[in-house]
């Protein structure tokens, strides 16, 4: 696998576009001379060079030309400067020869990427055919500007009959899902995948186990799922580095499909895993670590990953992003973090998780800060019924647990117990079912005011 970081690294944005630009660009190439640093320290995963020219982001090579190491510049002082690696750094020792690519990360980009698995920096690891011929970007690219952004006008279906109804996402929506481990985030990233109306998917599996990674793509997602996505990987094992790569590696894919029109889900896992991934990098890099052990670029690190997602001028991003929240804290600072920086949450439940209630979305907890942009009124009202029914029942729940409730105190819990199978039916959802939208409104309707179409959930 080879990855073709040639001497067209420069700077796009300075170089005239068109086969005028790519000639420019060759004869500045050549034209340069090309200066070779040395390593000069390795402390843990920094590598020290000197005798380089570098801007923050650069790529570059270390070792011989055959099999060179590729690392990326995190810090610089006056003569030195401190690169992360993009690989083992075994072969590396004081006096390796370094040269600057003189650019970013670039990864070929195309439609032929629909249906395939890539690694963190967006090389292909399913086996599949080689990426030649495709065009080469930056993965680095700025967001829409605010005032050129549509407004969230139009729901997007995404085919979990809970999501659509209780927690409506829209085109162009940015959401959190809050959960611990093993409480279903995967399965219902894959159900998802499925039932959405999205024209592409891009997922980003990242920091997990190299196993569970083969399982969420031969299990969960199968490969009706496949076809409709892009796949980046980049599991725990791999450098902290490619991990957080990983992320805008996925995040400039779907920026591509954006471009062409398209309207794109783009679904992260974890984003808590590329928050831990930047505190390694921050911390390589000398930054002091502040809020309970993460230095401040993890903080700065959200906005800027999660604002080049939303909607645009045409297409748009619409993103998932999945929140660990480790021991069901979910007060912890990334979550926190991630909360106020994302248009809705849905928080997944243990306890329902481990009753069997799947998908184990706890209604009540989720929110989505555009329902009232993406709705009717009828349906705004009837979703609204059905939490106050669900929160009338919550209130009561410990006194009909010990047999203290009386009947008729309380109208709305009333009807809640009477209710209940129905509603723990109408959210239920088996990991193989896709329900359109239009029918879980049906569904919802013919719950809470009777069944006038003999609309049943089956
Ligand atoms: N919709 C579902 N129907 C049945 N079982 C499910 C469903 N979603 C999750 N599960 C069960 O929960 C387990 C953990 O789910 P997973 O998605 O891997 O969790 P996470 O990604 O949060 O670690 C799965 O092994 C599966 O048995
Ligand atoms: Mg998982």
């Known amino acids: 696998m080879s990855l073709m970081f040639g001497e067209d690294m420069t700077d796009t944005a ?19 001379p090309r200066r070779t640093g040395v390593v000069v320290g390795v402390v843990g995963l920094a590598v020290t060079v000197s005798g380089i020219v570098a801007r923050i982001g650069d790529l570059v090579r270390i070792g011989s030309a055959e099999a060179p190491l590729l690392a990326e510049v995190v810090a610089l002082d006056h003569e030195r400067v401190v690169c992360l690696p993009l690989g083992p750094l075994g072969g590396v020792g004081v006096g390796s020869p370094v040269v600057n690519t003189e650019g970013p990360l670039r990864i070929a980009v195309g439609e032929e990427l629909r249906g395939r698995v890539l690694d963190g920096l967006g090389r292909p690891m399913d086996g599949g055919p080689a990426l030649t011929g495709m065009s080469r970007v930056s993965v680095d690219m700025a967001p829409p500007s605010a005032m050129e952004r549509s407004l969230i006008s139009e729901p997007l279906q995404l085919g979990v009959r809970a999501l659509d109804t209780m927690v409506p996402c829209g085109h162009g929506q940015r959401i959190g899902i809050f959960a611990g481990s093993g409480v279903g985030k995967s399965s219902l990233l894959s159900m998802i995948t499925r039932g959405t109306e999205a024209e592409i998917t891009v997922i980003a599996l990242i920091g997990e186990r190299g196993r569970e990674v083969r399982e969420f793509l031969e299990h969960d997602l199968g490969p009706e799922g496949l076809a409709r996505s892009v796949v980046v990987v980049a599991t725990s094992d791999q450098p902290p580095l490619v991990r957080l790569r990983a992320g805008f590696v996925a995040t400039r894919i779907a920026e591509w499909y954006r471009d062409r029109g398209k309207n ?18 921050g911390l390589s890099a000398g930054e002091p670590p502040a809020t ?57 439940d243990r306890r329902l998780a481990t009753a069997g209630h799947f998908p184990s979305i706890e209604v009540l907890e989720s929110v989505s800060r555009v329902t009232g942009a993406i709705t009717t009124p009828q349906q705004r009202s009837d979703s609204s019924e ?36 129905q509603i723990n039916d109408f959210l239920r959802q088996s990991i193989g079912d896709q329900v359109p939208a239009e029918r879980a409104w049906a569904q919802l309707g013919a719950l809470l005011h009777g069944n006038p179409n003999g609309e049943g959930l089956s």
């Not at 300075?14 to 340069?32: E, K, M, Q």
């Open 292 to 348: 309970r052990g993460f230095p401040p670029s993890v903080f700065a690190l959200l906005p800027t990953l999660l604002e080049r997602a939303g909607p645009a001028p045409v297409g748009g991003i619409t993103g998932l992003y999945t929140v660990l929240v480790e021991g069901d804290d979910h007060n912890e600072p990334i979550a926190d973090a991630a909360r106020s920086i994302l248009d809705g949450h849905v928080v997944l």
């Open 264 to 281: 794109v889900l783009l679904m992260m896992d974890s984003l808590t895993r590329i928050a831990m991934a930047q505190r390694e990098v």
């Open 386 to 421: 059905l939490r106050r029914l669900m929160a009338a029942q919550r209130d009561v729940r410990e006194l009909v647990e010990i047999g203290a409730y009386v009947p008729g105190t309380n109208p709305d819990a009333d009807r809640a117990l009477a209710l209940r199978d």
């Open 14 to 32: 300075a170089t005239p576009s068109g086969l005028f630009g790519d000639r420019v660009a060759a004869l500045r190439s050549v034209a340069r």
